[in-house]
Every structure is written in C-alpha cells, then in structure tokens.
T-cell receptor, first 114, second 112 residues
C-alpha cells in the first residue's frame, strides 16, 4: 500500500507570494492533518480534515488555509508569505478522525521563503 | 494550555546500551500516546503507541510505559543499534480533538 505522498518536496518562494501544497493520503484513510515543523517550535498542528470538513484548527493566522476533496486528497495554502513561514510542512493521514488513531506522515514539503 | 515536555533533548549511548526518553503531558484528558522516529529527510514514523487504559506495552526492543497519575510516559529502547540513531518525538492526544500535541524531540546518537 502506498504511503502518504506530498508534493512538491521543495519550494522556494519570495515574501508576499502565495503557495499551495498537496497531499495524497493512504488509500482508505479519510482523515488528513497538517503540521508545521521548525527547529524552534517543533511540530505544530495546523488543521485536520475529515470527509471534506475541517474538524479542528491550530493557532495559526488566517493566511494558512486548507481543504479536502471528495477523494480525501488535501491541499493547504499559505498566502502573503513571510520569512517565518519557512518550515517543513508535514501531512499525515489516519483511518478515523477520533483523535486517537495513529497518524501516518508523508516526507513533507520543505518551504523556503526568501 | 496543552503542553508536552520531553527530556532529554539529546542523548548519546554506546551500542548495546539502553536509552530512555521521558515525556510529561499537561491535559489529564489525554488518552493516546504515540512515539515517532524521524530520520533525516523523512517524515516521522510511528514506532509504538499506548492508550490510557494500559500501563505498559512492548514490541521487541522497544517499550513504552504510562503513569496516568503523574502524567508521565516513557520510551525505552534496549540493545541499541546504530540504526536507532534519529530524532524521537512523543505526542499526546485526546478523543474528539483530532490533533496531537508533540514534544520537542530527542536526538538519539548510538555510538558504535
């Protein structure tokens, strides 16, 4: 079974631009979560989707948004990029949305904002 | 707010020795505690997990213990090998929140 696939692996953007990251979950997984990983803050929860509905959102500004499609694939968007948005963005899928089933992570998208 | 503290931040052990990583969580309603291993250039991979109705779980060289009263849980790796070198994260979650709170990570180095 294929794992979680994230595209692209690397992105370089300029301040003020916007970016869209994509995630394909493990087949059969309907819950998709996004996390931001930085050396200073560690892994921070962005949002979680289940059946195209956002169930929870972390403490990030409104510039960070996401969505989930009917095939469970998910995208996240960051508008008006800031230098501090440079991070590894991780997508994870799980079998259910109960908050206590194992997350399966992709290898992430490394975003660099210059 | 919700918080998970993880110690130590770095740990060096000789090959064959044991390694122990400890985490403390703040939300007493947390009921699921996974551990992840992250290698360079990869996403975190689940290595073991434990639920709040269990005190200990073991999988070959890896074990996790949970003390709900103290809100502590620990990862134990025995007979460490060089391939165990990685960053390890603990996490806590509770039903209905759909999110995990992660510890800050422990960089484990196993010296051959």
């Amino acid at each position: 079974k294929a794992g979680v696939t994230q595209t692209p692996r690397y992105l370089i953007k300029t301040r003020g631009q916007q970016v869209t990251l994509s995630c394909s979950p493990i087949s059969g997984h309907r819950s998709v979560s996004w996390y931001q990983q930085t050396p200073g803050q560690g892994l921070q929860f962005l949002f979680e989707y289940f059946s195209e509905t956002q169930r929870n959102k972390g403490n990030f500004p409104g510039r960070f948004s996401g969505r989930q499609f009917s095939n469970s694939r998910s995208e996240m968007n960051v508008s008006t990029l800031e230098l501090g948005d440079s991070a590894l963005y991780l997508c994870a899928s799980s079998l259910d949305a109960g908050g206590n089933s194992p997350l399966h992570f992709g290898n992430g998208t490394r975003l660099t904002v210059t | 707010g919700e918080n998970v503290e993880q110690h130590p931040s770095t740990l060096s052990v000789q090959e064959g020795d044991s390694a122990v990583i400890k985490c403390t969580y703040s939300d007493s309603a947390s009921n699921y505690f996974p551990w992840y291993k992250q290698e360079l250039g990869k996403g975190p991979q689940l290595i073991i997990d434990i639920r709040s109705n269990v005190g200990e779980k073991k999988d070959q060289r890896i074990a996790v213990t949970l003390n709900k009263t103290a809100k502590h849980f620990s990862l134990h790796i025995t007979e460490t090998q060089p391939e165990d070198s990685a960053v390890y994260f603990c996490a806590a979650s509770k039903s209905g929140t759909y999110k995990y709170i992660f510890g800050t990570g422990t960089r484990l180095k196993v010296l051959a």
